[in-house]
């Protein structure tokens, strides 16, 4: 006589879990493989040209002063576009916020080169102490190192997929030319994103 097989049944909650294993599995698959095959980059950004216009120091030691920059952004992914909603820059010198402007938005397509100027104005800042005498100085000397920091609103787009905001922070920080006659150096900018 053969002996009854006994089946054996699965819990409800053993179900669940098998289902939400296998669902947990299958998405991070997907997502694995989406990824592979956009490769996503980082963007490199640099200052290109740094100048400085109608700079003047009064006898109170305020500050007025045409700050121009052109930031580089360069977008190394060959699927993955990159739209900039809103770009504020601030301009530093030894830590004190001399200037603040907004950039215009634009989109940068993948593997493309986009060239942003910055206009910075300086108007009436009080210059205390050491700061005042240190932006003296470095002026007679030639040039004058300032800190750009640059925060932006961007998205990312990978053929119809956009996705949602994230916060671009960059840190450059350029020699400026005391003179229009002398050229500047391209200046790296730090990335946080």
């Not at 990159?82 to 603040?100: M, P, W």
């Not at 206009?119 to 470095?138: C, Q, T």
């Not at 997929?161 to 922070?169: A, C, E, F, P, V």
Request: aromatic share 10%; net charge positive.
């Amino acid at each position: 006589m053969a002996t009854p097989t006994k089946t054996r049944r699965l819990s409800p909650v053993r179900c669940i879990a098998l289902i939400a294993l296998t669902i947990i599995v299958i998405v991070g698959l997907t997502i694995l493989v989406i990824w592979l095959s956009v490769k996503p980059r980082r963007p490199i950004y640099s200052i290109e040209n740094a100048s400085l216009h109608n700079y003047n120091m009064t006898k109170n030691e305020h500050l007025y002063g045409n700050f121009n920059f052109t930031l580089k952004a360069y977008n190394p992914n060959s699927r993955v576009s990159i739209y900039y909603d809103s770009i504020e820059v601030k301009l530093f010198y030894n830590s004190l916020q001399i200037a603040f402007n907004n950039a215009e938005t634009f989109f940068q397509p993948h593997r493309n080169v986009t060239y942003l100027d910055l206009f910075l104005s300086a108007k009436d800042v009080a210059l205390y102490g050491d700061i005042a005498r240190d932006l003296k100085e470095e002026r007679t000397s030639g040039a004058v190192e300032v800190e750009i920091k640059v925060r932006a609103k961007i998205r990312f787009k990978v053929g119809i997929w956009k996705s949602s905001h994230r916060k671009l922070k960059l840190s450059c920080s350029p020699r400026v030319p005391a003179s229009s006659t002398k050229g500047s150096q391209t200046s790296p900018c730090d990335l946080d994103l």
